[in-house]
Nanobody, 120 residues
Framework: QVQLLESGGGLVQAGGALRLSCAASGSIFRINAMGWNRQAPGKQRELVAA???????NYADSVKGRFTISRDNAKNTVYLQMNSLKPEDTAVYYC??????????????WGQGTLVTVSS
């Protein structure tokens, strides 16, 4: 079992910044990719950003140049620095971790979600 603990969501004005964190713990042999997805009201969940174990990153076009994903492998933690926030960034943000357990199974874990609200 793997647990993901998310933090950092909240209410911010347009143009402001927030930093999300997600720490993974439990039966983890190795973490592969880590990422953040979001789901706005009435919309499907979408990928925001992802980072591989080697540090390669991938961003949704809508957040390029404003959001930065990073990870601390020693702490099994992924971060999402969100700058120049817009009202359309309002959503529940979910952390996702792709990992291998001690039985060498490749698995997926999701956080409980943290709400980000950007006011205009």
């Amino acid at each position: 079992q793997v647990q993901l603990l998310e933090s950092g969501g909240g209410l911010v004005q347009a143009g402001g910044a927030l930093r999300l964190s997600c720490a993974a713990s439990g039966s983890i042999f190795r973490i592969n990719a880590m990422g953040w997805n979001r789901q706005a009201p009435g919309k499907q969940r979408e990928l925001v950003a992802a980072i591989t174990s080697g540090g390669s990153t991938n961003y949704a076009d809508s957040v390029k140049g404003r959001f930065t994903i990073s990870r601390d492998n020693a702490k099994n933690t992924v971060y999402l620095q969100m700058n120049s926030l817009k009202p359309e960034d309002t959503a529940v943000y979910y952390c996702n971790v792709q990992y291998r357990d001690y039985r060498l199974n490749d698995l997926d874990a999701w956080g409980q979600g943290t709400l980000v609200t950007v006011s205009s």
